[in-house]
């Protein structure tokens, strides 16, 4: 089952300090995940400044349950960098030319 997730930084002066304390912490977590074939896709959000203010993740899973459960050690929720986490149910579009 595939899950999109939309999550938001937080907007105080410390939120993109605090993201690229983790983020190398963040993308290994991500690599592994990637490894098992639970990422599917992937990456920053940007403002109109092209900093990074948030992520999107398409993730593949078995259920909900397995997809909360690998979230208790992400990174960016852990040390506080994400603040408005969305998950829903996805079905990505398989589209032949």
Do not use: C
């Amino acid at each position: 089952m595939q899950f999109l997730l939309v999550a938001y930084d937080g907007t105080d002066q410390g939120a993109l300090e605090r993201r690229m304390k983790v983020r190398q912490e963040h993308l290994e977590k991500i690599a592994l995940l990637k490894k098992k074939g639970n990422f599917l896709l992937g990456g920053a959000i940007l403002d109109d400044n092209q900093t990074m203010i948030g992520s999107m993740i398409v993730y593949e899973f078995p259920d909900r349950k397995a997809l909360d459960e690998s979230l208790l050690d992400e990174p960016y929720i852990t040390k506080g960098v994400w603040k408005k986490v969305d998950i829903r149910p996805y079905r990505l579009a398989h589209i032949e030319i």
